[in-house]
């Protein structure tokens, strides 16, 4: 038997300026890329998904290059546990998946400015990442049953 081999090192972090976090640390498989960028932001490709322990369920996408850029997600399931979606094949082979069930989906937020019980989601054009190449994309869904104004809170 021969001496055990020492686990790969840790890949380095990456440090990325954010408006509302400071200077924070990501791990490289933290970064998710976006390819064609998104809607109306295409010259920012790169996104770090950080989840703070204390905003969950809501996550923070962060872009890597723009520290004033930033996104309030949530996972769909959270807000509506039977939202469903179906996406052509060509995008999952674009993100190199075989199933939808095999992506990270997460929708983007809308928090008007003092008044965040009034918070909605973009269910009709979730992201979907494929955490094992950190390749994403936005996709806009054909599906009349989600808003892109869906109510988080319902006071």
Same mark, same amino acid.
């Given at each position: ?9 840790? #890949? ?6 954010? &408006? %509302?976090?400071?200077?924070i /640390? *990501?791990?490289? %498989? +933290? !970064? !998710?890329?976006f390819?064609?960028?998104? #809607?109306?932001?295409a010259?920012? +490709?790169?996104?770090?998904? !950080?989840?703070?322990? +204390?905003? =969950? ?7 890597v290059?723009?520290? %004033? @850029?930033?996104?309030? *997600? !949530?996972?769909?399931v959270?807000?509506d546990?039977?939202?469903? @979606? ?11 998946? $075989? &199933?939808?069930? %095999? @992506?990270?989906v ?5 928090i008007?400015?003092?008044?965040? &019980?009034?918070? $909605?989601?973009? @269910?009709? /054009? ?7 190449n950190?390749?994403?994309k936005q996709? *806009?869904?054909?599906a #009349?049953?989600? =808003? ?8």
């Amino acid at each position: 038997m021969g001496p055990e081999e020492p686990p790969p090192p840790e #890949p380095a972090a990456v440090h990325i300026e954010t &408006r %509302d976090l400071g200077r924070i /640390a *990501v791990r490289p %498989d +933290q !970064i !998710i890329s976006f390819s064609l960028g998104l #809607p109306g932001l295409a010259e920012f +490709q790169r996104y770090a998904l !950080i989840e703070l322990p +204390q905003l =969950s369920p809501f996550l923070y996408l962060q872009s890597v290059d723009r520290p %004033d @850029l930033a996104f309030a *997600v !949530i996972d769909p399931v959270e807000l509506d546990p039977d939202y469903r @979606l179906s996406v052509n094949h060509g995008v999952l082979k674009e993100l190199e998946v $075989t &199933r939808v069930d %095999d @992506l990270k989906v997460l929708v983007l937020l809308t928090i008007p400015l003092g008044r965040p &019980r009034e918070m $909605t989601a973009n @269910l009709i /054009a979730p992201l979907l990442i494929n955490l094992e190449n950190c390749r994403g994309k936005q996709v *806009v869904l054909e599906a #009349p049953q989600y =808003s892109h104004r869906h109510r988080v809170f319902h006071n």
